[in-house]
Structure formats: C-alpha cells, structure tokens
C-alpha cells in the first residue's frame, strides 16, 4: 500500500496526521525558548513554509520577536501592528510569496501575531494558518505563567521592585465571554506602586474592581495585593458582593492597619444586565450609553475607603444597583488618569477623558485598543513621566453576542 501524501505535496495534500500528534505531545513539554522551532516544525506539517512568533511587550508598542536575531516591529504602524490592532488577519507581498499575519489570542487577550510565509495563498493555507495561531496562543499562555524568559522577552526596560510584585497578582489585561468583555491598562508599567485592577467571569457573572492605594511604594504595592488576594478568596468561597467588600475591609485592617485604599468593586449580571457596584472613597464609576455619558448615573453617596481600622471602619457597606442596557459601557478609574497633567500643567481632564474613549469607540476600535491608544495618548501628554499611577478599566454588556 503506498504512502499516505505528506503535507507538504501542497496545500491540497492530507495533513500527516502521526506527524501532527507527535508535535502536539512535543509542545507540552517544549520549553518556551524552543517555540519558534516547534512552530517552523508544524507549519512544515501544515504544507506552510516558515512562522514566526511575535508577542505585544508590556506597554502595546512593539511586537517582539521570539526569535532573539530579528527585531521588533511596530504596532502603530505595520502590518503585523495592523493584525494586532484589529485582531484580523492581515496579508503582505514577500520577494518569494506572502506573508500572513494571524492574531494570536488567548480568549479575548491580545498576545501578539503570527508570521506564516507560504510561496502562494488559498483558502486552505488560510485555514491551516489560523488554526497554528490558535495552537500557539494556547501554547504561549500555558507557558508564560512560569516563564522567567517570557516575561523578559516583552519588557523593554527594566521593572522596579514594587512594580514586580504588584504584577504578578494582576490577571490578563482582557477578559471575557459572548455576553461581556472587561479590559484594563496601567501605567507606568515598570513603576507602578498602589494602582490594581481585576476583573473574573464565573459562570455568567463578570466581577471587576479597580484600586487606587495610599502612597506609592512596596508597601502600596503590598496593600492592593492584599486587597486582591482577599477578594478573589472570598468571590471563588461564593460569597457576593457584600461579603467581598467586607472581606477586603477585615484583611487589611488585620494585617495592614495603617494602609488603606480606595476602590470600586462591581458585579454584572451577564444575563439580565443588572449591575451591583459598591464605591469605597473612589472616583465614581461612569456608565456610557448610546455615545454619550449619563452624567450621575452610578454616582452614589459617599463610603470611606477600604481597610479602615477601629472607630473609622464602617458598619456595613452600601451596594447600589442598576440594570445596564446591551452595549453600555462602564468605566473605572483611578484619579491619576484625568489628573494628568502637561508641562504647561493643563489636566488631561474627565472631559477629554470620556470623549477620546466615545470617539474611538465610535470609530470601531475595540475596548482593548480604545484603552491602548488612550493610554498611550496620557503618557505622550507627559512626556512618558507619569507622576502618579493611573488605571483604566472597562466593562461592556452585549448579550446581543450569545
């Protein structure tokens, strides 16, 4: 019986199937750094040509190779920040053949992209390129949890201590489901001090909260680290949003008595759009709807801040509540985000806040990169010198997407 036809007689032929398992089996063990040969391995076995890997580094301006002999590209202006941006596929001529340039991402995260050479393009080759980038970004985020060089391979700076800490509580910058999507940015990104966001999807009930803590060193660092790690024990105990807050109240208090933050901490209903919030001394959330804010529409009367101790600690917390409507968006906050403020010290301002997030949104952007360009464009503000943290979260309900 002859030879069953190898992947690579062309894009028609059937994929070597026993090649493709024992590559699969061999990438749950691959170390990180062996990735970019694992992926030119399975795009022979795809009947593609050659692959490169790119990721985002921390701040979303380059695309870093995997490859440590090539060099970055740029996001705002390439073709593979092109594919990043809009987490489309993008194709480009090459002297011999093309270029497409697949997303890479993990649920709703942004990873990076995929290069895949191949002499010519169909709708086969398309398919089997998508189907590596999906592989592969399984494969990166099973992998960067414990990879020191991951981690190092996306930073273009080195990261201050207080920063480390804080970022290794920090879950990925977006999240999601069919009914909901939250996304979050934070800068500086390699000198944060008390400035945290989280965000988690149980079953059909997105949690979000943004925290802003006192001073701007470890131990604010260690403060909002706290506050997230009693959070999330109580919320995966089941407990509901009073208790979570009650939670955070009682850790801090407990083991950091002289520390405190503010904070927002929300829970939405991804199915019946009701919306439970709880505001602790923290800029009020805002709720955008149909482009335009709803001036107060989550303001709430004003709670002291979380991790009060004593005499200062309160009884019992207010949760307010409300049900959104599809394609509402709510924003969090922290202060140094519209305190920004330029050399001639003008505000970047609430104003110019809202309407640059309106605006893009307006335009097609998605939620991740409406935050990235508006970071990008705070930072550009100040000249890259943020003089205090500054968080941005923010939360869509679209059950029109079951």
Not at 15 to 36: K, S
Not at 213 to 236: K, Q
Not at 238 to 265: I, K, M, N, Y
Not at 294 to 309: E, I
Request: aromatic share 4%; with cysteine; glycine share 6%.
């Amino acid at each position: 019986m002859p030879d069953p036809p190898h992947a690579s007689a062309g894009p028609d032929a059937a994929i070597d199937e026993n090649r493709l398992e024992e590559l699969i089996i061999e990438a749950q063990t691959a170390l990180p750094v062996e990735l970019p040969a694992l992926a030119n391995r399975c795009a022979s076995a795809l009947g593609l040509d050659t692959v490169l890997i790119y990721l985002a580094d921390l701040q979303q301006r380059l695309l870093i190779p995997l490859d440590e002999a090539m060099e970055p590209l740029p996001v705002s202006s390439s073709s593979a920040g092109w594919a990043y941006r809009t987490v489309a596929p993008r194709v480009a001529d090459a002297d011999d053949g093309v270029i497409v340039w697949m997303p890479l991402v993990d649920g709703a995260e942004r990873l990076g992209v995929l290069a895949v050479r191949t002499a010519s393009l169909d709708g086969v080759r398309m398919r089997r390129s998508r189907m590596l980038a999906h592989l592969f970004a399984m494969l990166i985020t099973s992998k960067r949890a414990y990879s020191d060089w991951l981690a190092a391979r996306t930073r273009t700076r080195t990261m201050q201590l207080p920063a480390e800490m804080l970022r290794a509580f920090l879950p990925p910058r977006t999240i999601g489901s069919r009914r909901c999507v939250s996304t979050a940015v934070v800068e500086p990104a390699y000198d944060i001090g008390g400035d945290a966001f989280d965000h988690s999807v149980v079953k059909n009930v997105l949690h979000t909260m943004i925290l802003d803590s006192m001073g701007h060193d470890l131990t604010s660092g260690l403060t909002a680290s706290v506050a997230m790690a009693a959070a999330r024990n109580t919320r995966r105990g089941g407990g509901d949003l009073a208790e979570v807050v009650g939670s955070v109240d009682q850790a801090l208090a407990r083991w950091l008595p002289d520390h405190f933050c503010t904070g927002v901490l929300c829970r939405l209903d991804a199915v019946t759009g009701v919306l439970r919030w709880v505001n602790c001394g923290h800029p009020p959330p805002l709720l955008i709807r149909a482009e335009r804010v709803l001036a107060g529409a989550l303001d709430s009367p004003p709670q002291p801040p979380l991790g009060l101790a004593g005499e200062l600690a309160p009884a019992s917390r207010q949760v307010q509540e409300t049900t959104l409507e599809p394609g509402d968006h709510v924003l969090l906050y922290t202060d140094g985000v519209v305190e920004a403020r330029d050399a001639d010290g003008v505000e970047f301002g609430l104003d110019r806040f809202t309407d640059f997030i309106i605006r893009s949104s307006a335009a097609g952007q998605r939620p991740a990169e409406v935050l990235r360009l508006l970071i990008h464009a705070i930072l550009d503000q100040q000249h890259n010198q943020l003089r205090d943290d500054a968080t941005i979260l923010i939360f869509e309900w679209r059950p029109q997407h079951q």
